[in-house]
């Protein structure tokens, strides 16, 4: 995984070295939106006999980078943090007494490389499809456990935390719909489709999948 990774990021320069030189700018881009998961948490009781659903909605908050090789394709390296959230309950196990559900919030940051290919230009309005080759990668755990009487702790149990991937690969497409404002801003819209290359829990036999949503400001420099 590693060396895939310093290969994918030895070709950004390579890129640029590529493109024309008349026609050399760059993009940067931030923009944040919401993710829905599906086979994104543990679809079966695990052996203390919890039992697990989805916490919507989930978010994310990205930092694009891109270099336009040529007039229609931009290599973009993308730095993404997000939120996944899912609940488990307490009724069919030995502390039901105690507890009623846990909130579970997995923390990611991502590195994911897309290749934009243009597919319509004009004056004000852009369209871009966008393949990516994605990693993504935990930084941080919460788990909120709510109590009967209605107070809570953060203790981690491990049956409900470690079931969990510390790193993840994927591969996703998305589209991009730009509407410039002027010459060097535009306000865009992305919707997203990624498959995951594996299960997110080990226990599910169905591969972890994420729709997204995003809208963001895009700066040009250059050209």
Known sequence: MKKLFIILVALLPLAAIAQDESESAFTVGISGGLDKGINAY?????TDGNVFSSSDPNYNIALNFGILASPKL????????????YTADWDNTTL????????VKLYYFDVNFHLDYLL????????Y?????KWEFNINKECKN????????????NDIITENPRNILGGGVSAIFKYNISKNIGITLSPEYTVFFREFVKANDKIYQRTSVNLGLEFKFGY
């Open 120 to 127: 319509f230009n004009s004056n004000k309005f852009q369209i």
């Open 74 to 85: 931009r290599p973009r390296l993308e730095l993404k943090f997000s939120q996944m959230a």
């Open 42 to 46: 543990k679809l079966d009781p695990n």
């Open 129 to 133: 499809m966008s393949p990516a080759l």
């Open 96 to 103: 039901s007494t105690m507890l009623q559900e846990s909130k």
């Open 146 to 157: 709510i109590k009967i009487d209605g107070s809570h702790n953060y203790k981690q149990y």
